[in-house]
């Protein structure tokens, strides 16, 4: 902890991927004094991000939820974390089974290829 300056214009308190995306828009932007601050070890400090699926699901019925997803993927991928990979998502109900012919539509509509 000693490493830590004494005083910064900006102390985000959580390196998930909130925080490091906040970081990384704020550096983007200019901003220069920043400090980044989790309770566990980075690069991986164990929170709830860590521990989430890792799975991003592209389509949305909010167009601006999907927009935001998109754009997310493709940050990733200019940072060089992101891996392509699939999934599969199974019906057991008419009802899921609607729900998913619904989501297909949305995204067609917003030029998602699925």
Do not use: C
């Amino acid at each position: 902890m000693s490493d830590l300056p004494k005083k910064a214009q900006i102390v985000v308190i959580g390196a998930g991927i909130v925080g490091n995306s906040l970081v990384y828009h704020l550096a983007k932007h200019g901003w220069k004094d920043i400090v980044l601050l989790d309770k566990g070890p980075l690069p991986n400090p164990g929170g709830s991000t860590g521990h989430a699926s890792n799975f991003i699901f592209l389509v949305d019925h909010s167009k601006e939820m999907a927009m935001i997803t998109l754009n997310s993927v493709r940050q990733y991928k200019e940072l060089g974390v992101f891996t392509q990979s699939g999934g599969i998502e199974v019906a057991r109900t008419e009802e899921r089974m609607e729900e998913l012919r619904r989501r297909m539509a949305s995204s067609k509509a917003w030029g998602i290829e699925s």
